[in-house]
């Protein structure tokens, strides 16, 4: 089970009731953040979720409203008493910027170890996560982030008879691992399990004129989170000149990509009511207009919720 | 009159329905803020306080829990189209710190001013305000802050009328002004004014031991707002190590500074609810239990509030 928290849905600043866009995913004991900007780790806190067990931090971008709570994150993860090291994935200049925060955060208990990004499109797995970046078009480097918990296929008890496969070696082969036999016989996982299943996937996306990019990782995905910066198309000039997409034009990609289902998050300050726009942009998509702390549970298609 | 906001009353870490210590002064339409931790600019817009015309930001010191909120304050300001300078004060080191932190908000509309504290004592200027900044006792170098408004004597006309003074020049000598005649007679404020009269002064004192400075720098001031870290007094272990105050070595020292008012701040975490301690410190002295948002004006002794 994949389960997750918007903690924030705020742009540029962060205001009373509307922490900044954030998100916090959860899969078989380890955890990841999205963007840390001021003020997540008190959303986290209010939420209840511990941020001792985050494993990776990913952010899009260099803005504050994204990275200036880095530093306080950090020092509650170590106030927390973690001592397993963390991942810190984002845009090229990462470790500059990070360690200029951190002059206020400069002894942790734990290893922080960077990875920049370089590729216009680069996968990195860590633990159950499976992260694809992909670059967007904001005024500065800018990254989305599509995460996935991937699914073996079944085993296939038929196959495994078929070729002979000694029963005691099933369980280690259905969980993955080859076996090498001392007389060099080896038997590999694909020679039993049937095709990967449907994973699950998250599709993370804010701070970019829309791009083909954006459409094609969000493809499919169970849930797609995407910034809805402005209501008003008449805003489309202001959209335009600082990078940020209107709702209407979201929602077109929501239209192309087909996730299953779509959320709004980094509303402009100036949209206090965001949903007032829900008529206009159902005509295009059904997105649903998300809110501080709105979670989800996904579970495989033919796995229960407990 | 003086105005000020206690933005938060939270020592290391910011927390849901608390925020981290800071203090916020008006006078004049001059604006300054001692201490700037996550989420301070969200408590200031919680009160309905603009950043806009803050003039000046002391920082006591350089942990993260009183200046990470530095790069979000200084780019809300800057939102707000402020174009005039603001004043950064600080112990040595500031621009170094401010600098690392800035990375995130390199371009701002108006200028940034350092001023780096380098004496045990030291008194600065700003338009209404005097400030004295005196080191204090943590694990870094840490200076708290007293804040006054000055007021002249009253106008002395009798004094003027025995020395001839023409009445045409009383209103600019009342007002500072010194008067040089064209023949060489120079008149001077001091020649038909009063003493000076009892002004306001307010002293913010917080992540230190007890030194003797403090009950010099809070002696018969307004308001005396100091650190009262834990109230259980079988934390002194913790408090001496880590060289924060205990509620009553604060309370000792209101007790001896005989300040009209004073409020405990900069609460531990693990203090949910600081005034469980009232009985106990009422004992030494009347101190204040304070909450996040506690406001109070500052009047001059015989002028009307209004």
Chains 1, 2 share one sequence.
Request: proline share 6%; glycine share 8%; net charge negative.
């Amino acid at each position: 089970m994949l389960d997750l928290c918007l903690l924030g849905t705020g742009g540029m600043m962060p205001l009373p009731n509307r922490w900044l866009t954030s998100l916090m995913l959860r899969c078989s004991g380890s955890n990841m953040l999205i963007d840390c900007g001021e003020g997540t780790q008190i959303a986290m806190k209010e939420k209840g979720w511990s941020p001792k067990p985050i494993d990776i931090i990913c952010f899009t971008h260099f803005h504050a409203d994204h990275i200036s709570g880095l530093p306080g994150m950090l020092l509650s993860i170590g106030n927390a008493e973690r001592t397993e090291p963390i991942h810190i994935i984002g845009p090229k200049g990462l470790r500059r910027v990070a360690d200029g925060l951190r002059i206020v955060a400069p002894e942790l208990p734990f290893e922080v170890i960077y990875h920049e990004l370089e590729e216009p499109v680069q996968q990195l797995s860590f633990g159950p996560f499976v992260i694809d970046a992909f670059k967007v078009n904001h005024k500065v480097t800018c990254y989305g982030y599509r995460v996935s918990i991937r699914r073996l296929g079944k085993f296939d008890a038929a196959r495994a008879q078929e070729q002979n496969i000694p029963i005691r070696y099933w369980n280690r082969l259905q969980h993955g691992e080859t076996v090498t036999l001392d007389d060099g016989v080896i038997y590999t996982p694909d020679m039993v399990m049937g095709e990967a299943r449907r994973g699950l996937s998250v599709t993370y996306c804010t701070d970019t004129r829309p791009t083909p990019a954006i459409t094609e990782m969000a493809k499919d995905v169970d849930l797609f989170i995407c910034e809805g910066m402005y209501g008003e198309r008449d805003k489309l000039d202001n959209a335009k000149k600082n990078r940020h997409m209107m709702m209407y034009e979201a929602a077109e990609i929501g239209a192309a990509a087909k996730p299953r289902e779509m959320w709004f998050t980094h509303y402009s300050p100036s949209e206090m009511r965001p949903d007032i726009y829900k008529d206009d942009i159902w005509k295009i998509h059904p997105v649903k207009f998300a809110r501080d702390g709105w979670t989800k549970d996904l579970t495989f298609d033919d796995e229960d919720k407990d």
